[in-house]
């Protein structure tokens, strides 16, 4: 019996199922729907069997499985076994890809959601905005509007005044003048008579 062979051929298995499981087992644990953990049982379910075939295989009788080794390798005997883990592996993976998309998916459409939530929160803010500056704006003219019509009423008022004072100048100085002019010559008359 070719121990050697035996050894290097279950060594070869036992390493391609243990990458197999390792490939898988975070993605298992990460995403735990039903269709996962039934994937996961499947695996395990293979791999005891795997294991349960090859004890069995080994605990033949020894002539039965020396001549059977001189057949076959014993990686070959076991390698349907061992393709049947790896697709199970392959299928948790694959399931696990698919839950990795659909979690990407829901987070881009929940970000764009945000993102379109913020945008109309800006362009609100910024009509506010510009509505607060358009009353602003309105209020300065108006207030600058009134300044400018009080100034305008207060330099009437001076003008007014100022014309009230020459009317009244020259309406005295037409009233006073002749009645003066009658006084000083009555007055220069009353001096030449004493």
Known sequence: MNYEKIAEGLSQALEEISEAVDACVKDGMVY?????????ADLYAHIFLFLRHTIDWYMRKSIKRALSSLREDFYER????ISNIKRLSQAICREAQHGSHSEIRYTRLVMEKHIEESVIGLQDLKRDMAERKYREEKAAEEKTRRREAKRVLELDKRERLDDLHRLIGASAKALLLPMASLFVSESTKGQDIQ
């Open 32 to 40: 735990r729907t039903q269709a996962m953990q039934n994937y996961i």
């Open 78 to 81: 076991f390698e349907n076994e």
